[in-house]
């Protein structure tokens, strides 16, 4: 199976700072890799599929990039509602793994 | 608006079975992968299982693998999750999730609000 990796694991910022997230693959995957929001409670929701291409209704403020085995989510400018957990998704391959996780926090 | 709802979880013994099962509207089910996903408390998200849009090709996690069958009756606009042999590892949030397909692989687009299944004496 597909490892994925991401990093940090938890994360404090301030409102109004730019933010990453990245996502590391055992093996290359191309450009198939999905990131998702999660707030407590909640669904996942998806926010970015193919690497970079972002979801219909997603703030332009998430961005993703990245091929192969390394991606990033950046935040361009923290808004309250973005302190959520967030992963990424490979979808190379079965299993279409996840990574851990990333909590992102209120500094 | 995507609607998926899903029922039938609860307290199980291990060893035991339950069928989890997800009632879709809002779109044509019979064109879209289906997937379910599951987070056990506390922790990340886990990909279980898929099935094409004709229940011709499913797959499943290594760990589900011989205990659990995913299905659909697209009559029914319903995707199911039968889970046998259970054990406390399974023990999780299941969500339903509807699969959508871009020039780069599979994304989960919609999910509905999931359904907790408990594995405990």
Redesign the interface.
């Given at each position: 199976?597909i490892q994925m990796t991401q990093s940090p694991s938890s994360l404090s910022a301030s409102i109004g700072d730019r933010v990453t997230i990245t996502c590391r693959a055992s093996q290359t995957i191309?450009?198939?890799?999905?990131w998702?929001q999660?707030k407590t409670g909640?669904?996942?929701?998806?926010l970015i599929?193919?690497?970079s291409?972002l979801?219909s209704g997603v703030p332009p403020r998430f961005g993703g990039s990245g091929s192969d085995r390394d991606f990033t989510l950046t935040i361009s400018s923290l808004q309250p509602e973005d302190f959520a957990l967030y992963?990424c998704?490979q979808?190379?391959t079965?299993?279409?793994?996840?990574?851990?996780?990333t909590t992102l926090e209120i500094k | 608006e995507v609607q998926l709802v899903e029922s039938g979880g609860g307290l199980v013994q291990p060893g035991g079975s339950l069928r989890l099962s997800c009632a879709a509207s809002g779109f044509t089910f019979n064109y879209y992968w289906m997937s379910w996903v599951r987070q056990a408390p506390g922790k990340g998200l886990e990909w279980v299982a898929n099935i094409k849009q004709d229940g011709s090709e499913r797959y499943y996690v290594d760990s589900v693998t011989g205990r659990f069958t995913i299905s659909r009756d697209n009559a029914m606009n319903s995707l199911y999750l039968q889970m046998s042999s259970l054990r406390a590892e399974d023990t999780a949030i299941y969500y339903c999730a509807r699969g959508s397909r871009g020039y780069h692989g599979d994304y989960l687009e919609d999910w509905g609000q999931g359904t907790l299944v408990t594995v405990s004496s």
């Open positions: 199976d191309g450009r198939y890799l999905n998702y999660q909640k669904a996942p929701k998806l599929y193919g690497a291409t979801q992963f998704q979808s190379y079965s299993p279409f793994t996840f990574g851990q996780g | -």
